[in-house]
């Protein structure tokens, strides 16, 4: 089973984030959830967040989704599968730990950003 853990360690393990930016036009036609964050609901993983590119919902809207069956990533993208959608996962909740580029001198390995 899927845990919240998994899916959060494998976004920032594979997310590109040099942007900072959603693109405006999704030209895969999947929808995005911005500020993300990874839940356990009733044992299993859920994802919470701001829906945008959903042909049947209003932009912007607060959704939680069904228990997530599968993620995977591609291309610096991240995409959660639920039993009947498909999801691009955007910019996560400020509590993520994210990789963050820093000097050379700086022994960090990741960083906690918060906007």
Excluded at 24 to 32: A, F, G, H, R, V
Excluded at 36 to 54: C, M, N, P, S
Excluded at 103 to 109: E, I, R, V
Aim: aromatic residues 8%; proline residues 5%.
């Amino acid at each position: 089973m899927l845990t919240v853990e998994d899916i959060t360690g494998f976004f920032v393990e594979n997310a590109s984030l040099k942007s900072g930016q959603t693109p405006k036009e999704d030209t895969q036609n999947i929808p995005i959830i911005e500020s993300w964050t990874g839940v356990e609901k009733d044992g299993r993983a859920v994802i919470k967040g701001t829906l945008f590119g959903h042909p049947q919902h209003p932009l912007g809207v607060k959704m939680t989704t069904s228990t997530i069956q599968r993620y995977f990533g591609g291309a610096g993208h991240v995409y959660v599968k639920t039993r009947n959608s498909l999801y691009e996962l955007g910019q996560p909740l400020n509590e993520l730990e994210l990789p963050v580029e820093i000097a050379d001198f700086q022994k960090l390995a990741k960083m906690t950003v918060w906007h």
